[in-house]
């Protein structure tokens, strides 16, 4: 079975983030970005990473740059493209303002990565055999259009990578229709009957069990125990619009 892990804040920089454990042991700094210690004013406050959902420019530029230095780098090598829902893969060492994708790849070249979510998926990908590692926005959409397959594509060894899931939203809070819910019946637990023709969608099992069919290893799988339901300590769309985002966010401190 996939680990479960609960998340702890500690206090990096000016900021509470969530560290990613585990991640250390393959010399990857990573961790989940909060709602606090940011300078956004509500309904953003405080740490909004989104630069697309109308908050301030300025706020969010400084509360990337506390993000930049709580992850040990300038806040020009913080690097955050517009998500799309897709299956795109941006080369870290590439991107520009104008880049847009659903994963970003690092090779070990000085880079922080960062992927915004606000109750799609974050996850975290990391090669055990190498200095490659991806963060990956994965909604339904994204899953449904095979992003993880596309992440693991820029793995050379499928069975030396380590997952892991960040919060999102519980099955418990996404209630989908059925033309949702039809991508991902043949998904054992992913999708369970609600109300009249709704479903609630469980985004984890069906990461996990796309991760197991792409030959990660299960015991290599870390999963978070959090959700961003309610929206007090993660941002989350359902609960309140407008809000935030907040961040997964990695880089490779040792190659």
């Known amino acids: 079975m996939p680990v479960e892990l609960t998340l702890s804040a500690k206090t990096h920089g000016e900021l509470n983030v969530y560290p990613i454990e ?20 509500a309904p953003y406050e405080s740490l909004n990473l989104g630069d697309h959902v109308d908050d301030d420019p300025t706020s969010v530029l400084e509360n990337r740059r506390r993000v930049a230095e709580a992850i040990g780098v300038d806040t020009n090598r913080l ?20 880049s847009s994708g659903d994963v970003i790849i690092d090779y070990g070249d000085g880079f922080a990565v960062a992927m915004l979510v ?5 996850i975290l990908l990391v090669d055990e055999d190498s200095p490659t590692l991806a963060v990956v926005h994965a ?3 994204g899953l449904e259009n095979n992003v993880l397959e596309s992440a693991l594509e820029n793995f050379e060894h499928h069975d030396a990578v380590h997952a892991f899931l960040g919060p999102c939203i519980s ?6 229709g059925p033309e949702v819910a039809e991508h991902f019946t ?10 009249g023709d709704r479903s609630r969608l469980d ?8 991760l197991l069919a792409l030959k990660v290893t299960e015991n290599h799988i870390t999963v978070a125990s959090q959700s961003t339901d309610g929206g007090a300590t993660f941002f989350s769309d359902r609960a309140a619009r407008p809000c ?5 966010v990695a880089r490779r401190v040792v190659a």
Request: glycine residues 10%.
């Open 22 to 41: 585990f991640a250390r042991h393959f010399g990857v700094r990573a961790f989940v970005t909060g709602r606090s210690g940011g300078v956004s004013p």
């Open 79 to 98: 690097i955050i493209i517009s998500q799309v829902h897709g299956r795109d893969v941006v080369n870290a060492n590439q991107a520009t303002a104008a």
């Open 118 to 122: 606000a109750d799609c998926l974050p």
């Open 139 to 141: 909604g339904w959409r």
């Open 171 to 176: 099955a418990a809070s996404y209630q989908v």
């Open 186 to 195: 043949t998904v054992p637990g992913a999708v369970t009957p609600d109300t």
């Open 203 to 210: 985004l984890r099992c069906v990461a996990v069990a796309q």
């Open 244 to 248: 935030g985002r907040f961040a997964l």
